[in-house]
């Protein structure tokens, strides 16, 4: 268990990724106890969760297919069992599969879909009873552009994402009567691995469909997690926010 009952403790799912990672660091900056989730990536959770502890922080990893239902529950269960609260859930975990739609194979659909909206269904679902009887809570799910703009050869990502807006926007009306707020980040173009992949010209395509001409850090989103998940937040519920640089406008 952790050291202090009344320390916040902020469960991060999808931790591994570059988002996810910024995100972490940035709620330890704020002092809070950290849990880790990965699915596959356990040599980066680890030293992730290595880094926070030289800090002098609190982190723990967690294993979990998030796609399964009861591994999520099971998974829920630990988090709440070693620090005994969960002040914030990022919904953060996600993955992308491409095709065009014509050549995207039911696989990919149920893939994507299952991976990026039905697994926040689960996690949030045990949680949100967690931080009713707590009488708070922050939960935050990262969304993405494409959920709003549509990305081509995307749209089995393009729906889940949309689905996570509206599913959103239920369970903040449905809890804040309980203290609890629901918001999603929309992050545009983020400089991650995906991103640097891409040759010169289309990085410079890229550029040119986003006002501000330059890509998002993972430090962008960080930060407004860490405003969402604050006190001064606490009369926000509902919204979607972009990072984007002004690729929506909206």
């Given at each position: 268990m952790s050291d202090t009952a009344d320390q916040k403790t902020v469960l991060v799912?999808?931790?591994s990724g570059a988002i996810g990672q910024a995100i972490v660091r940035r709620f330890v900056q704020d002092d809070y106890h950290v849990a880790i989730h990965f699915h596959q990536n356990s040599a980066v959770a680890t030293a992730l969760q290595a880094e926070?502890?030289?800090a002098g922080g609190v982190a723990q990893t967690f294993q979990a297919d998030l796609c399964d239902a009861a591994a999520a529950k099971e998974m829920i269960g630990d988090v709440h069992k070693q620090f005994e609260h969960i002040d914030v859930l990022i919904n953060n975990a996600?993955?992308?599969d491409d095709a065009l739609l014509g050549f995207m194979s039911d696989e990919q659909w149920h893939t994507v879909i299952n991976a990026n909206l039905n697994s926040v269904f689960y996690v949030t679902r045990e949680v949100s009873m967690i931080m009713a009887r707590q009488r708070r809570g922050k939960i935050i799910s990262i969304t993405s552009a494409a959920g709003r703009l549509?990305?081509?050869g995307r749209a089995n990502y393009s729906a889940a994402k949309s689905g996570l807006s509206g599913f959103t926007r239920a369970v903040a009306r449905e809890l804040a009567g309980t203290g609890i707020q629901a918001?999603?980040?929309s992050p545009g173009y983020i400089d991650t691995?995906?991103?640097a992949d891409l040759d010169e010209r289309k990085r410079k395509d890229l550029l040119r469909q986003i006002p501000s001409r330059?890509?998002?850090?993972p430090q962008d989103v960080a930060e407004l997690a860490a405003f969402?998940?604050?006190?001064?937040a606490d009369y926000i519920t509902g919204q979607e926010i972009s990072v984007d640089g002004g690729l929506y406008m909206g």
């Open positions: 799912t999808g931790a926070v502890v030289a996600g993955i992308l549509g990305g081509a918001n999603t980040i691995a995906m991103i330059r890509l998002g850090e969402l998940a604050s006190a001064a």
